[in-house]
């Protein structure tokens, strides 16, 4: 007797279901990393790239207002991504004065640092410094497996 060339309904429907299921555990993972990179990717808004530019104005490491509103800006430029873990911290050169050269903003500790040279920064931020300091990109965002230099334009290039 010929076997059916097409399945019956409700046989096509549990298949398609198995198969939707097996796959899911294997490609969240990949999606969600891809849906990230893909975020990040876009250019930064003014008012992200106006709150970073703040940085350089000095003080801002003993007032706790003005780091909050630098970090309230990072959490409302990217309020799907939980900045812990994946995002260290932002690297930009410092023009408060001969000794200086980078300055930072640490999120995990939410402090903003200026750095002279020849001291080394914490916690994974050290890879952006080179760049801050003669790449010709406003600041640089440092993450756990990469960094993203950001241009003046808020364009994004992955380093």
């Known amino acids: 007797m010929p076997r059916p060339m097409l399945k019956s309904e409700q046989k096509l429907q549990s298949d398609t279901l198995l198969s939707l299921t097996a796959n899911t555990s294997t490609e969240s993972a990949t999606e969600k990393k891809m849906k990230l990179d ?3 990717r876009k250019p930064r808004s003014k008012q992200y790239m106006d709150a970073i530019s703040r940085l350089d104005a000095g003080g801002h490491a003993h007032n706790s207002d003005k780091v909050k509103a630098i970090t ?18 932002i690297v930009s050169k410092c023009y408060l004065g001969d000794n200086y050269e980078v300055h930072i903003l640490d999120i995990s500790g939410q402090i903003i640092c200026h750095y002279r040279q020849g001291q080394s920064l914490p ?37």
């Open 38 to 40: 893909r975020l990040l």
């Open 72 to 89: 309230d800006a990072l959490r409302h430029e990217f309020p799907e991504i939980e900045l812990g873990g994946v995002f260290l911290g």
């Open 123 to 159: 916690d994974g931020l050290e890879k952006a410094r080179g760049i801050a300091i003669h790449g010709g990109y406003a600041f640089i965002e440092v993450y756990s497996d990469c960094c993203r230099a950001v241009s003046t334009n808020g364009n994004v290039s992955v380093i």
